[in-house]
């Protein structure tokens, strides 16, 4: 298990910056070939086949049991991981239910408006518009379409830089409400 300095195991928030880090510069396995048959990415509703408020056991139905888990400091939620897929998920504990779905950096899986890994950020403005609230972070800025349930980070420097590198799918409107409870 990854620790900080202090030995302590690494919060959810402290695992979604190392994936952030690690799905960017990191070319990731695709799905194995049952599984890529839901590779739309649709806002609020799903990406890859994962669908928001399905069941943990379900996506690990579909992605694996080669996966790491981990309870978020409120503990209103846990983390699943997929080290090999470009996939992380947010579950609800109280109802087991998906809430979030992170699509790390990959062109295997398109939004339903044409948005994938390495699209430019007029490319994300064009299909679902300039009316988002914006976050930046160390490496990326957070696009977030809270009403329609989407986010896109777009990397900062480098190759990357103002290009997607990763999508969020979750419960439209409840973004804040989820990366508080994270």
Known sequence: MATNGRGRPLGVRAVIRILAVALVGVALLGLPAAAQTGSNIIAG?????????????????????????????????????????????????ESGRVVLVLVGFTDAFRTDKGI?????????????????????GGRSTRLIYDELGIAFDLGRSGALSSKVTQIFIFVPGQWKAIMEGL
């Open 45 to 93: 509703q799903s990406a890859g086949g994962l669908r928001i408020g399905t069941s943990v056991s379900d996506v690990i139905a579909a992605l694996g049991s080669l996966y790491e888990s981990e309870d978020s400091e409120s503990g209103k939620y846990t983390l699943y991981d997929w080290p090999l897929k470009p996939f992380a998920v947010a579950v609800e504990k």
């Open 116 to 136: 994938l890994g390495g699209s430019e950020r007029q490319a994300v403005e064009t299909a679902y518009g300039k009316e988002y609230t914006s976050s930046e």
